[in-house]
Structure formats: structure tokens, C-alpha cells
Nanobody, 124 residues
Framework: QVQLVESGGRLVQAGGSLRLSCAAS????????MGWFRQAPGKEREFVAA????????YYADSVKGRFTISRDNAKNTVYLQMNSLKPEDTAVYYC?????????????????WGQGTQVTVSS
């Protein structure tokens, strides 16, 4: 089992920055994919970014490319999502997830473990 706990979400003004953290515990897998997803009210959960746990290969949704950066600290078993130039449309609950394969995916149903989510609200 893998346990994931997100933190760092809060209210921020448009144009501001936030850094979300996802702490993993339990059985962690060096070759697996760590991802961030988000779900806005009334919308489906969507892919934001992913990173291979053991490498520096990253993947981003077009909507956040150039503004968000995913990174990880293996010593702390933690994945981060640095979010800059935030927009009101970034408002959502952000979830951390683990996929137990080498390949990333934008489809949430292909991820195996999930955190409880952290709320990010961007005011205009």
C-alpha cells in the first residue's frame, strides 16, 4: 500500500504562486509515475502533470505548461507542484496519484493510489 498526503492549497490572488506537496509513505516504487490531477466544481478530474519517480522526465497538460513545474525529492518521498502565474480557472481540488508502471498517463482511472486532495482557490 501507498499512502499519499497533499498539502499547500489555499486562497491566492490571480498572478500569484503556490507550491503543493505530496508526501508518500508505505511501499514506494522507484520506477513508478507520480502525477497531479485537479477537479473543478462541476467538471471531470483532469491531468495536470506527472514525473517519473526515479528520473527527471516530466509531463504537463497544455493548460499549465510554462506555468507549473513538477519535481520530486526522493530522500523525502515527496513530490511538488510549483504553480506560478495562477489564473482563476486553476481553481480546483488538486490530487496526487501514483501509477505503478513506467509509462505516464493522462487518464485518472489508470492510477492506483490517490491522496485526499487539497483545495486551491484563485481569486480574480
Amino acid at each position: 500500500q501507498v499512502q499519499l498526503v497533499e498539502s499547500g492549497g489555499r486562497l491566492v490572488q490571480a498572478g500569484g504562486s503556490l507550491r503543493l506537496s505530496c508526501a508518500a509513505s508505505g511501499r514506494t516504487f522507484s520506477s513508478y509515475i507520480m502525477g497531479w490531477f485537479r477537479q473543478a466544481p462541476g467538471k471531470e478530474r483532469e491531468f495536470v502533470a506527472a514525473i517519473k519517480w526515479s528520473g527527471s522526465i516530466t509531463y504537463y497538460a497544455d493548460s499549465v505548461k510554462g506555468r507549473f513545474t513538477i519535481s520530486r525529492d526522493n530522500a523525502k518521498n515527496t513530490v511538488y507542484l510549483q504553480m506560478n502565474s495562477l489564473k482563476p480557472e486553476d481553481t480546483a481540488v488538486y490530487y496526487c496519484a501514483v501509477r505503478r508502471t513506467y509509462s505516464p498517463s493522462i487518464y485518472d482511472q489508470l492510477y492506483d493510489y490517490w491522496g485526499q486532495g487539497t483545495q486551491v482557490t484563485v481569486s480574480s
